[in-house]
């Protein structure tokens, strides 16, 4: 699990029923992104539902250990990321597309998109450092944000392993859901691994010369298109939250 702790509380009962339980409860291991500071500020603006008025609790941190008592939990204050090495290519073709007026300058969408990354090779590490202490090797890994709502049960034993599984959403078959992914050790090593990878990967593809729309999803799909990890999509009923 990665990125920021939220709805803790609301989404628990879901990823409980339909992905702990299905997979006889599994081990958690979490990178959280929380700082005191951050329960006072919007952690989103813009889109749907009213994002900008949501909080962060205070009590995050104790709640997920309280919740799903993790293996491995790393828990760090939030950071501002620059690309100040991109090429001028690059970063106008970000400011192309700006996330909204409030971020003319793509720097939010940027910066958010680094954290993400890095929040998932964190958590992975924590995993991986796991095995390698205590000798074991798990068959299956499941990454999942913590605001999370699913009403379908995912079970690994009903996968076939070699293949890189997300939550189909309906989207255009450039992308890759981020939401719920699936998969072996060594397939979720090369996808968190994306975090190495995120500058090559925006200069590659996501320059003014090329024209393609910046996304987490559609550089998740390059990520495990270049490393030859094929993927497929399940409709596992998911949703976050709204209100």
Known sequence: MSGQPRFLERCYPYIHEFILKPNG??????????????CDVPYKYGGDGGWKHQRISPQAPETFRKLYEP??????????????????SAMEGLRSQAASEEDPSCDRLVS??????????????????????????????????????IYTPVVCAELA???????????????????????????????SSLWYDFEKLLETHYSAATGEKFSN??????????????TQGVKWRVTLPRF
């Not at 993400?116 to 999942?144: F, G, P, Q, T, V």
């Not at 078959?173 to 998969?183: A, I, K, T």
């Not at 999803?217 to 094929?230: N, Q, S, W, Y």
Request: with cysteine; glycine share 4%.
């Open 161 to 191: 392993a070699g293949t890189f599984y997300f939550s189909d959403i309906g989207q255009p078959e450039q992308f890759v859901c981020d939401w719920l992914n699936v998969s072996t050790g060594s397939q979720m090593d090369a996808a």
């Open 71 to 88: 293996k491995g939990l790393c828990i760090e204050p939030p950071r501002k990321w620059s690309l100040l090495s991109a090429s001028p």
């Open 217 to 230: 999803e559609h550089m998740l799909r390059h990520k495990l298109t270049d490393a030859g990890i094929p």
């Open 112 to 149: 958010n998109s680094i954290s993400m990354w890095n929040s998932i090779y964190k958590a992975n590490l924590l995993r991986k450092e796991y095995e390698w202490a205590n000798h074991i090797r798990y068959d299956w890994i499941i990454r999942i944000r913590t605001d999370l709502e």
């Open 25 to 38: 409860m599994l081990d958690i291991f979490a990178h959280l992104w929380w700082s005191e500071e951050t």
